[in-house]
């Protein structure tokens, strides 16, 4: 189950990339953003990337299958995938034919 209640100011991103993952992204611009990014195998999803920068704070922390890793490996690895323009409508007949 992915959450995106907004309980705050910003906006959420929820999309599949090229490389078939699924992005959760949260941003407010000045204050920070959280990314979450999962793989989808068997119709199970498994965190795969992840980005919090609180900008009020000044921490960060970047992490690749549970693993601290740089905020420069981070973006190597986030900026190879798009977004895909083969969105569908979130409709029983689309769930049915494209979530597995």
Known sequence: KISVTCTAAGYYNVYACNKGHLHVEW?????????????????????????????????????????????????????????TSDMKSNTAKNRNKYVK
């Open 27 to 83: 941003n407010n611009g000045t204050t920070g953003y959280t990314h979450r990014i999962y793989t989808i195998k068997n119709g199970k999803l498994k965190l795969y990337l992840k980005a919090e920068v609180d900008n009020l704070v000044g921490k960060s922390s970047f992490k690749k299958n549970g693993k601290k890793i740089s905020e420069s490996k981070y973006d190597s690895v986030y900026m190879k995938c798009s977004a």
